[in-house]
């Protein structure tokens, strides 16, 4: 289906005649998301658009602040991903002093902080969050699939999860000093030496952390093969795919030019300065959703929307960086017969990759003499505006700044990994939804094929709030009149229950 | 490996930046600051935005855990309580309850839990770049007079006489 006619599904003409399923908010998804479905008198499913409430505010939080203070700030932005902000606001603003090229030390100490990052994360995704859907299936039942039952069922394989999660949050806890809110990257550099005690600390587990990574790849390629049909079918679309490249085109996670390529992995345009970025990336604002949809210049808004994260970078690299992950990477190439993959799920299998390509990373950095240098900071001439690009777990992340005289942020515009993912994640939803949903009676192993959908994009929608009390689920079934005919309510504590309405 | 007696984790978790979900990160580093002055006693100070499946390792070798976090619905200005290992379905979403993070625990050390506490202070507002309000910050010091109490005698049986009754 091409990416216009997806758009019939959208839309649909006559919206006042549906009826609407909304589903809020997605369990396994960080913040607060709502998917409605709209349907016929038919129970066929005629629209599906996915909400991101919270991303108002972001840019808000940022201005008036001095410039030097943001990589700490931004943190705060998100408790999942906190050390990918961190780590493009300070390449933002490496610009704004003049921080051009930083010293081999700094450079790679920061890439062993990102590199632990994405350790953590990955492993938190795949393990805890997506490992239970795909071991027992969509349709389990929801008291055994969850990381519980991978304990019960899979022991093993739970205690790495907490291992790898738990090793990635100790390389950001050495390196910052604290699991959260530390201060490490600063303008022009990072602020703190890496002795070799904390080498050592580090480097004793690495080759576990390795091999259990190994092993994690082996896990996600044989659950993608073993339900081929259904991996590749299930929420499956053509997309166009972006992501950082090395100069070579090789597979990067924290610096480098952007890569833009179609469905069949033609190349859009390639080598990208990401300060840039604007000339050759838009975003388009819809009056039904508060986060917006970036799309290809060059494409248009239509055609030019496409997937960020794991299934991207893998699929836009020419090769990886580390061995292991090389050898990974070209069997899961040979999925897309010559061109990319596309799967939804590929995205687990893709994820898997990175985490070893991490794990291989940080064990490669441990060994390297240049971590343990003193030289951290350099300086240039100064700037008034800043642009950061990293590749964050979920995918690209813009931190664009402009500041005054005085240093404070003026302007600032932020496009997260799941903005990117935005328009790939709605059409995941309406896949799923027409594939699934269409006529049959709402329950909770249907809708959570379309959070399974959602979830392979490992989508943050929003921040680290989660006072008790404060989310509940709530499942609503409404009429076109906007009468409520049906309910389901998720307490704090996640139970499920009905509601008479 | 037996802990000592009288070892206490202590997790102070939330968004310092999101209004009064900040109350249990500014608990745990009035907490910390107080330890300073304590070398004696046995506490490791957690601070996190949320707990997650690895806080269950930060179990191992404790006597006694205490989670102090924010809460919306608990009555003002704080309730004590006891909490017990839990299966419930915050395993599926990126924040666990402290009642799972004690369950897993449970099922990948196959250790008993040690006994567990939560000190829930009551906020009120969370949305991002707000302040603590006026109210959340009586709450903090009405909680920390607890805290400081509780850590002071870090006994399982102590602490059981400190809960909240009224609900």
Known sequence: MSPSARLQLETASHPEALKRIVIEPLTRVEGHGKVTLLMDEDDHVRQARLHIVEFRGFEKFIQGRPYWEVPVLVQRLCGICPVSHHLAAAKAVDMLVGARQLTPTADKLRRLLHYGQILQSHALHFFHLSSPDLLFGFDADVATRNIIGVIAAHPDLAVQGVKLRKYGQEVIRVLSGKRIHGVFAIPGGVNKAFSREDREYLAKDIDQVVAWSRGAVEIARSLYVGKLETSESFGAFRSNFLSLTTPKGDFELYDGALRARDDKGQTIFDQVDCAHYLRYLHEEVKSWSYMKFPFIVSLGNDEGWYRVGPLARINNAERMPTPLAEEARKVFMAMGKGEPVHATLAYHWARMIELLYAAEAIQGLLSDADIFGTDLMVKGEPALEGIGVIEAPRGTLFHHYKVDETGAIVKANLIVSTTNNNTAMNTAVREVAAQYLDGKKLTEGLLNHIEVAIRAYDPCLSCATHALGKMPLQVELIDADGQVVDRLVKGADGELSGEAV | ?167
């Open chain 2, 1 to 167: 490996m037996t802990a000592s007696a009288g070892s206490v984790v202590l997790f102070g978790y939330g968004n310092p930046s999101r209004g009064d979900d900040a109350l249990g990160p500014l608990l745990l580093e009035r907490a910390e600051a107080w330890l300073g002055e304590h070398p004696e006693l046995k506490v490791t100070p957690v601070a996190d935005f949320q707990l997650q499946i690895e806080h269950a390792e930060d179990l191992r070798d404790q006597d006694l855990a205490l989670f102090l976090d924010a809460d919306a619905s608990c009555p003002a200005p704080y309730a004590f309580r006891r909490i017990r290992p839990i299966q419930d379905d915050s395993y599926s979403t990126h924040a666990l309850s402290p009642g799972a993070v004690l369950h897993v625990f449970e099922r990948i050390s196959r250790q008993v839990a040690p006994p567990a506490f939560t000190l829930s202070v009551r906020g009120v507002g969370f949305e991002l770049g707000q302040p603590l309000s006026e109210l959340a910050a009586q709450h903090l010091e009405a909680a920390w007079s607890l805290l400081e109490g509780l850590l002071r005698d870090a006994r399982s049986e102590v602490w059981t006489l400190r809960l909240s009754t009224v609900e």
